[in-house]
Structures are given as structure tokens and as C-alpha cells.
């Protein structure tokens, strides 16, 4: 089995930072594009960010410029750092991966639980 775990969310002021961090562990074989989405209360979850196994990286236009997302393909984690935080960025962020496991011969969609970040005007 394959497990996602995110952590880092929190309560933030208007301006500030925070960095998520989602790490992958389980029955992996390879890991290709992993990302972050959020779902805000009464919205459809939708793409922040996104990279792929080699490095590119495509965003939302909403957080082009203050967000970054990196990942370590060593630890099998991948992380979000989100600056210049707005109330609208509120929501709960859910990492994603696609990974083939040691049992399969094809990749599959994972997610993680989900962590809630709150921007406080």
C-alpha cells in the first residue's frame, strides 16, 4: 500500500508563509508527477501546483510568483512553499502523486488527507 502524508498547514496572517511537505512512503516502484490542490469551502478542488519527476513545474495563475513547489525525489517527498499568503488562498491542500507500486504495471492516482491552511486578513 501507498501513503501520502502532508503536513505544515496552519493559521497564517495576510502576507506571511508557510512551507507544506508531503511525503510518499509504502510499496513504491517510481513516483512521476506529484502535486498540490486545494479545495476551498463551496469550491471545486483545483491545480495549485504540479512537477514532474524530471523538475518541470507549471502553476495556477493565481499563485504564479509567490508560490514555489520542489520536491526531493530521495525522500520521496514534495513540497510547497507559499509566500505573500492572501485570505483567498484559504483552503485545504491536498498532495497528490501518480506511482507505480512494487505490484503493479501501471501508474495510479494517490492523495493525501489533506491540511488545512487559514489566511487571516
Known amino acids: 500500500q501507498v501513503q501520502l502524508v502532508e503536513s505544515g498547514g496552519g493559521l497564517v496572517q495576510a502576507g506571511g508563509s508557510l512551507r507544506l511537505s508531503c511525503a510518499a512512503s509504502?510499496?513504491?516502484?517510481?513516483?512521476?508527477?506529484m502535486g498540490w490542490y486545494r479545495q476551498a469551502p463551496g469550491k471545486q478542488r483545483e491545480l495549485v501546483a504540479a512537477?514532474?519527476?524530471?523538475?518541470?513545474?507549471n502553476y495556477a495563475d493565481s499563485v504564479k510568483g509567490r508560490f514555489t513547489i520542489s520536491r526531493d525525489n530521495a525522500k520521496n517527498t514534495v513540497y510547497l512553499q507559499m509566500n505573500s499568503l492572501k485570505p483567498e488562498d484559504t483552503a485545504v491542500y491536498y498532495c497528490?502523486?501518480?506511482?507505480?507500486?512494487?505490484?503493479?504495471?501501471?501508474?495510479?492516482?494517490?492523495w493525501g488527507q489533506g491540511t488545512q491552511v487559514t489566511v487571516s486578513s
Open positions: 509504502g510499496s513504491i516502484f517510481s513516483i512521476n508527477a
Open positions: 512537477i514532474t519527476g524530471r523538475g518541470s513545474t
Open positions: 497528490a502523486a501518480r506511482i507505480t507500486t512494487t505490484s503493479s504495471d501501471y501508474e495510479d492516482n494517490y
